[in-house]
């Protein structure tokens, strides 16, 4: 579903990934670890063509995406949806009208069809109680279910989800974390940056560390955790455990 393959990103003379390799098979869930800075959230954000890479290429669901062709980057932005750590709904609209946004003026969809749409993706998230609320009214777990609704609206292959859970209080981290399992146990392909450890270690099929801005280790969330190989893993969930 994703094939990343000799990814470079620089900002500058900072270079930020180096020569990453990756995939991601049809269904698979790739929870991404490590430090901060150490390149999760740029690589993830390169995966949805939010950020270009310097060279190398980047496939999804069959399509490479060009730095000079917009047009194959929107497509690919098609078939990914991104969850944000700091939500990034649209504070003029309802929950509701937030979900069916993107289905009214991308997929250009007559709008009871798309309220009908995104009911359903409410109901899905447990949050159908709350559609005709706007985001300052929502808890931030209310927030990020939302924002995971309004990406599932456009039907991704892939969901790409970004720190889900830092923003929130501890007591709202798990309802987020148990719709992701959802999604996991429906066949979701997904790839996620997160620090909660226990979460990556219960819902990935691949754990893949990064240091420096290459994958240092990829491996089941039992070998990562219960055997890693590198020392800079080693030191890494030595200061987090």
């Known amino acids: 579903m994703i094939s990343v393959r000799n990814a470079v990103k620089t900002f500058g003379t900072k270079t930020v990934i180096q020569n990453v390799d990756l995939d991601v098979k049809n269904g698979e ?116 279910r939302v924002g995971i609704a309004r990406a599932l609206a456009m039907n991704p292959k892939v969901m790409l989800f970004d720190e889900p859970t830092s923003a929130l209080d501890p007591e709202l981290v798990q309802d987020v974390l148990n719709v992701i399992k959802d999604l996991r146990d429906e066949g979701m392909t997904m790839v996620i940056v997160t620090h909660e450890m226990n979460f990556a270690k219960n819902v990935a099929d691949k754990v893949a560390f990064i240091h420096n801005g290459h994958i240092e280790e990829i491996d089941t969330p039992e070998r990562i955790f219960n055997a890693p190989q590198s020392e800079h893993l080693k030191k890494f969930l030595n200061v987090i455990a």
């Not at 496939?59 to 690919?76: C, F, H, M, W």
């Not at 078939?79 to 929950?95: I, R």
């Open 29 to 144: 869930v790739v929870v991404l670890i490590g430090r901060s800075g150490s390149g999760k959230t740029t690589l993830l954000r390169m995966l949805n063509a939010l950020e270009l890479p310097t060279s190398g290429t980047i496939t999804v669901d069959g399509l490479t995406y060009k730095n000079d062709d917009r047009k194959s980057q929107i497509a690919v932005r098609q078939k990914s949806g991104m969850v944000f750590q700091n939500f990034q709904l649209f504070p003029h609209m309802t929950a509701l009208e937030n979900v069916m946004e993107g289905l009214v003026q991308v997929k250009k969809m007559k709008k009871s069809e798309a309220e009908q749409i995104a009911l359903n993706l409410l109901q899905k998230v447990d949050l159908l109680h709350v559609k005709d609320q706007y985001p300052v009214s929502l808890s931030g777990g209310q927030q990020q």
